[in-house]
């Protein structure tokens, strides 16, 4: 490729970009290491934590990569060497983005309680420090995947091989998935038993530490939110990077090779904004303040690298109004999601006052505010496509699009890591007895509830878009082979097809379900066996209930892939390709709109209690058990079942891409 023409070779580019993000995530790894924590009860609070996480993900892992050993096996049977060494390249690189995540948090969590302990100001710059290592490792391994794969695709005789490129983001999504799913059935689990005995037995605060379930809920904030969440948005960018590369094929004759590497310097545009808006974050005290010049930041200085990319090295502006609208449906997802989730929201007041007259009613509403709520960011998706679509005049520009939501991730995770971090640095402060300075713990947790939810606003425009992304990319690998609605095959497909995720979905609550049994009963228990753990003299068991969470989320978070991976393939293997593409079709518009739903409901859900611990209503003990109920109910939807929907698009799509050979060549009945 002639880079002559650029004023900066465009890999050059991306290597700087990456190389900035590395001696940033040094740096601020030093600066959290090398902070000493002097009080010894947030010490040992701390070392039950770590020591808990990283039992978890020890053996999620072993069990993962026995997984991962006999795919990666498979495909080198059907599929050759190369593909086999793409998933697995996409497999490790999954697993090291969780592994940061789980490992910086853990760390981060006790140097922010000390550093609270000195000013609010202090605790927010730890806690971002934190964050934003987890949110830069995130997308500088997304890069350095995809530029690996570039250069073997460069280096290759046959030229780009989509098997090759899929079985990458393959890799990255069904590891994703596992470890989002083990992940959330440990912490969901913890959390759920911790409350219901806790909250409504006991009526004990929260965190409170006679309550033997809540180190395990503290250590899966950080398995859950912060090692399921790095995998998940690290497969996200790898399958978003990996169709861009495959729908560029079709456009090589418009763009030249360059086409291969807008999405590569599209993101690396987006390190280089998700450092200036961390800089800036770090230069101001107010948490909140911090935050939105943080966002403000990272979009302004988006939108001029994405211009600079679509003008300088791509020579089409309607590329950058493209990248522009995928950008804006992003915001505007955000309103979205806190209206309907807010604190002080009209549906979350609402509820709040439904919950008033019992915990039915706050249910029935949550329920109908999470239907109503997935239409919009459906509509909003709709438009950015279409429009994306006439402004450039071919398909190329959703692709633009869907990566103009992915542009603000890296800054998006580094908030999305602080809320986990200061709720529990909150925890362990309260645990340990450290502080009485609350109100700095609660405002930091504030920020850390409106960046979650800002989050989710992420996550749904992301997932939504995936949808059309997906069925563009199958569609032109396959051959623009038509879906036919006369024949009961196709119809059989689509049915099919949306009905998978609501039995994936089932699965994934039942296993929350199950574990959260032996949970409470192990919880209650404790307190009946030895009053004295209430009473504060002894200790309780924290260890019983972590072993609890481990064994049974590692048990039970494998049988909801493999029953809509092996429908999805056997369907196939069936029908073939025609018929498998409506099946694509009814499961991706399915897992969208339900993933869109489930956010959003345990959204509201949580914040109707949040709503409770805000009022002056404390002592009223009807209240609180509805809204307790509510966000126990809330809790697995939005933080495991909604996730989990938006990983499982990706990893079927990429599985349908990566045999769609095979499955041309050999399906038994194709129709």
Request: charged letters at 15%; hydrophobic letters at 50%.
């Amino acid at each position: 490729m002639d880079t002559k023409e650029y004023p900066v070779p465009p890999e050059l580019l991306i290597s700087i970009s990456v190389l900035a993000s590395i001696i940033t995530i040094i740096f601020l790894t030093l600066r959290i290491i090398r902070k000493n924590v002097r009080d010894p009860r947030v010490v040992r609070i701390a070392g039950y934590i770590e020591s808990g996480a990283s039992a978890f993900l020890r053996t999620e892992y072993s069990v993962i990569m026995l997984f991962d050993t006999l795919v990666a096996t498979i495909l080198f049977l059907f599929l050759g060497f190369k593909t086999a060494v793409a998933f697995v390249l996409g497999a490790v690189l999954s697993l090291a983005s969780g592994f940061v995540g789980m490992k910086i948090a853990v760390k981060a969590n006790s140097r922010t309680t000390e550093s609270v302990n000195g000013s609010i100001s202090k605790g927010l710059k730890m806690a971002l420090s934190g964050g934003s290592v987890i949110g830069l490792c995130v997308i500088s391994l997304s890069l350095l995947g995809i530029l690996v794969l570039v250069s073997m695709v460069g280096q290759s005789s046959s030229g780009l091989e989509v098997e090759f490129l899929t079985g990458y983001a393959m890799g990255a999504s069904l590891t994703a998935i596992f470890i989002q799913i083990g992940g959330g059935i440990f912490t969901k689990s913890a959390d759920i038993g911790a409350d219901i005995v806790g909250k409504i037995d006991y009526r004990l605060p929260e965190d409170d530490p006679r309550n033997p379930a809540v180190i395990a809920d503290l250590v899966g904030d950080n398995v859950g939110d912060c090692a399921g969440r790095g995998a998940d948005l690290f497969e996200t960018l790898s399958g978003d990077l990996v169709t861009s590369m495959i729908i560029g094929l079709f456009f090589i004759d418009r763009y030249g090779y360059m086409i291969l590497l807008f999405s590569p310097l599209f993101l690396s545009v987006g390190i280089l904004s998700t450092l200036v808006s961390i800089i800036i974050a770090f230069k101001i005290s107010n948490p909140t303040r911090s935050f939105l010049t943080s966002i403000i930041v990272s979009t302004l200085s988006s939108s001029i690298g994405l211009y600079f990319v679509s003008t300088v090295f791509m020579k089409d502006i309607t590329l950058f109004y493209a990248g522009m609208s995928g950008l804006f449906v992003t915001l505007l997802m955000s309103i979205v999601s806190n209206y309907y989730t807010g604190v002080n929201s009209p549906p979350v007041k609402h509820m709040y006052e439904s919950a008033k007259r019992g915990a039915a009613i706050n249910m029935i509403s949550g329920f109908a505010y999470g239907l109503r709520g997935a239409v919009i960011p459906v509509f909003l998706v709709s438009i950015a496509a279409i429009f994306s679509y006439l402004i450039t005049g071919n398909v190329y520009g959703l692709v633009a699009a869907n990566i103009g939501t992915d542009i603000l991730i890296g800054t998006v995770m580094a908030w999305d890591a602080f809320g986990p971090i200061v709720d529990n640095a909150g925890g362990i402060n309260e645990m340990s007895g450290a502080s009485s300075n609350n109100e700095a713990f609660d405002a930091l947790d504030a920020v850390g509830n409106t960046t979650k939810a800002y989050t989710k606003a992420f996550a749904l425009a992301s997932g939504t878009f995936t949808a059309f992304i997906a069925l563009m990319t199958y569609y032109r690998v396959v051959g623009n082979r038509p879906i036919d609605l006369t024949n009961p095959f196709h119809i059989a497909g689509l049915l099919i097809g949306i009905a998978i995720p609501f039995l994936f979905s089932s699965y994934i609550m039942s296993a929350v379900d199950s574990t959260t049994l032996v949970m409470v009963d192990e919880v209650r228990r404790q307190f009946n066996e030895n009053p004295r753990i209430l009473s504060g003299h002894d200790l309780p068991a924290y260890d019983k209930c972590v072993r609890i969470a481990t064994l049974k989320a590692l048990k039970q978070m494998s049988l909801p892939v493999l029953i809509a991976e092996a429908s999805f393939l056997g369907f196939g293997i069936l029908f073939g390709v025609n018929a498998l593409a409506g099946m694509l079709i009814g499961l991706l518009g399915s897992s969208a709109i339900l993933g869109i739903k489930c956010i959003l409901m345990g959204g509201a859900f949580d914040n109707t209690k949040k709503l409770f611990e805000l009022s002056n209503n404390n002592g009223d003990e009807s209240l609180q058990t509805a809204v307790v109920t509510g966000d126990t109910f809330g809790d697995p939807l939005k933080d495991v079942v909604g996730p989990s929907l938006t990983i499982l698009m990706k990893s079927i799509t990429m599985t349908a891409l990566t045999f769609e050979a095979i499955l041309l060549k050999y399906a038994i009945f194709p129709v």
